[in-house]
């Protein structure tokens, strides 16, 4: 139901590492017409302490409070920035008391978990929205609008890569909290390819390595993956917590190519190399807020009553690719799956567009890259 009384949606922030810090909490001074900060929630009695002082938050609280936080009566949805492992027993905390849930991605580390996300706010009439930043960002969906356009032709062969140094004992790097490199990258080029050819992967193969490398135990340090679509489309990517920085895709098309640099991070700007029958054309799409947006674009999804795109079906839709990816690894051979229909992939009208942060020092929060 639509919200009555202020049009602005009061958030809770829950988890403040590294991305919560330097991205979530200042995003909220570019949505403020539709979104308010109000309480965080941290483990960390300094950390919440200092950033209450710097946000001017009186609510703050350990995640044994969390529940006081949910029925304050001063919420109306979380933002979870928590470790993927936590993801379903948040979400389904914050449904049965009736609050609206943002959640980062992954949307959780297995299928059932997602389903049952699903479920719970469904039953509790919240909304459930996945924090695909990208959904709401110029050079993504520009390059959505572009394969769908024919200038490239038929869209037909896609090829991504992200990878990071990661420092040790992040908790990327491990197992019980959900971390390695397919779980914490592995959404982006998946999600990539899926938006890009408007379509559903119908079979996988991946390898995985963990390498020698000690910091990465019981985990995937590098995984890459095959996906095939329908009607002869192929996607390949690969993501890694240990090599050097590299963040981009190529798709490849009857007629042409397009090349997205800097495709999946959130600071800095972005370029767009096209070439059509030899000629290269490129167009630089500068820094921007690519927190606000989804901030924004949630709070009218609540404010108005209307269903978010990227929903719980979307952040389920890249779990269960995430996990046959996981099963191929583990097996050796290739994982079929049945397509599941969308209804709704973004586009262009979803573009939302704010001035770039200056991200604030952070509070016993290290950059993953250390």
Not at 62 to 81: F, M, P
Not at 85 to 102: D, F, I, N, S
Not at 158 to 163: A, K, N, R, V
Not at 281 to 291: H, I, K, L, N, T
Request: include cysteine.
């Amino acid at each position: 139901m639509a919200m009555s009384g202020p049009r602005r949606v009061r958030y809770a922030v829950v988890g403040a590492g590294h991305i919560a810090q330097t991205a979530v909490l200042p995003a909220f001074a570019h949505a403020q017409d539709t979104s308010e900060l109000v309480a965080i929630v941290s483990s960390d009695e300094a950390k919440r302490r200092a950033l209450g002082q710097r946000y001017r938050v009186s609510l703050t609280a350990g995640y044994e409070d969390y529940e006081r936080v949910l029925s304050s009566g001063d919420i109306d949805a979380v933002y979870l920035a928590l470790p993927n492992h936590l993801h379903r027993e948040y979400t389904e905390r914050a449904a049965r008391q009736g609050v609206h849930v943002l959640c980062e991605k992954p949307m959780a580390a297995t299928e059932g978990d997602c389903q049952a996300m699903l479920e719970v706010c469904d039953d509790n009439d919240v909304k459930l929205m996945i924090a695909y930043r990208l959904h709401f960002e110029e050079a993504n969906l520009r390059a959505i609008e572009l394969a769908s356009s024919g200038r490239i032709g038929d869209p037909l062969l896609f090829g991504g890569w992200l990878t990071q140094q990661v420092r040790p004992g992040d908790i990327r790097t491990r197992e019980d909290a959900g971390g390695g490199a397919l779980l914490d990258e592995g959404p982006y080029p998946v999600n990539a390819a899926r938006y890009l050819f408007q379509d559903e992967p119908i079979e996988v193969t991946a390898f995985a390595s963990d390498g020698v490398d000690p910091r990465f135990q019981g985990v995937d340090a590098t995984t890459c993956g095959l996906l095939r679509f329908p009607d002869g489309r192929m996607a390949q990517f690969c993501v890694s917590q240990g090599a050097a920085a590299v963040s981009g895709y190529r798709l490849v098309g009857s007629q042409g190519e397009l090349v997205v640099e800097n495709a999946f991070d959130y600071q800095g700007e972005r370029k767009h190399v096209l070439t059509i029958d030899g000629k290269r054309e490129e167009r630089v799409f500068p820094a921007q807020d690519q927190f606000a947006p989804e901030l924004v674009y949630f709070s009218r999804c609540v404010l108005d009553d209307t269903d978010p795109e990227p929903d719980g079906c979307e952040g389920l839709a890249d779990v269960r690719v995430l996990v046959a990816l996981r099963q191929s690894a583990a097996s050796g051979r290739t994982v079929k799956l049945t397509p599941v229909p969308r209804s709704r992939r973004p586009e262009i009208s979803q573009l939302i567009t704010k001035p770039p942060l200056d991200p604030p020092p952070s509070i016993h929060a290290p950059p993953p890259t250390g």
